[in-house]
């Protein structure tokens, strides 16, 4: 497969929801042209309309020229079936998060395309291997997964197969630059880089609330760290119906005691900044996060229902229990060669997930406090909290050696 093949001319998005929106935009912004596609003609013209108001709005701001707006919608085309598909070099699914769905999409998709088309699901977390196993071209068959608003947002995770052709990362590479993104490229995983270690994260969060915090104190700490924004704030800013939903559709993971708060948020509505309310309130308009005190009684009477004897949590814990559980799980991301090297961890981080930039990222601050130390503390937790908190081997290794993450590469130290 020569690079020539592969050189990218026509794009193709399935999905118009936000994260469609968001890609679409990213591509013709760069000038490239996209072919639109969505079950829903309704919702297209509806997203088509959105895309070209905010366009504009940039223009009466004076960050663009009206012939710049107007090129840029001219680069967008919306379709009105799969059979418009067939000359895409590359055709990203943006639907919502829901294997079945995919696999149907990427059969369809693999049965009318050219032989050469690449194809990209924009998913957070889902297998791309069991994707790309439903099409007779699995090496030209990946994930690329946009960050929400996704014209906006930096980081792009290149995710690869296990049988996706090196060509293929290249020109995905290649094609991420053109579209001015921070590209990682991350192995097949669970979440790939960025959320698989953020779940340990929030996780660790979710738990001080029963344990004896409330949101705003979680937040103000990692916030007085440097983090652009704390968990609880993230979460009502994407939404907490979100994963919410995910495990309603999932049917596991619903009985969790640590997601129990954000379940009862959900069932009365709270579901955050849409909804003017969620682990914050906000008054009318604003997106300025008013601590509630209807949030800090809930959280107390959950905890208590779950049988927690509630004690007073100090930042200095709050800290040390969250970017511990970030940077445990990174080590174990790196070791298993899910990332090439500790620098792609701690890109990921700066770009997509607010990590303070004079830190350097998750792993470089886990430098700065040497293995040894962090070695020590995780299994001071471990002792406390029990064994999710086992150090990874890595860093068992990086303790006895002296190394460093930066040290690390391709897995092994």
Known sequence: MSSSVLSIQQVAVIGAGTMGRGIVMSLANAGIPVLWLDNNPQMLEQALAAIAETWAKSVSQGRLEPQQAAARLACVQAVDGYGALAGADLVIEAVYENLELKQQIFRSLDALLKPTAILASNTSALDIDAIAAVTGRPEQVLGLHFFSPAHIMKLLEIVRGAQTAPAVLEAMLALGQRIGK??????????????????????????????????????????????????FRMYDVVGIDLEWRARELAGI??????????????????????????????????????????????????????????????????????????????????????ADNSQDIDLVYLNGYGFPVDKGGPMSWADSQGAADLLARLRALQEQFGEHWQPAKLIEQLAASGQTFASVKGGRA
């Open 182 to 231: 921070a590209c990682v490229v991350a192995g097949n995983c669970h979440g790939f880089i960025g959320n698989r270690m953020l779940h340990t994260y929030v996780r660790e969060a979710r738990m001080l609330l029963l344990e004896g915090a409330y949101p705003h104190q979680v937040d103000a700490a990692l916030q007085g760290f440097g983090f652009a924004m704390g968990p």
């Open 253 to 338: 993971g619903q009985d969790d005691p640590a997601v129990q708060v954000d379940n009862r948020l959900c069932e009365l509505g709270r579901c955050g900044q849409k909804s003017g309310q969620g682990y914050y309130r906000y008054a009318a308009g604003s997106r300025q996060a008013e601590q509630d005190p209807e949030v800090d009684a809930l959280v107390l009477q959950v905890s208590e229902q779950l049988g927690f004897n509630r004690r007073n949590i100090g930042q200095e814990e709050i800290l040390e229990r969250c970017l511990l559980a970030l940077v445990n799980e990174g080590a174990k991301i790196l070791q298993e060669g899910i």
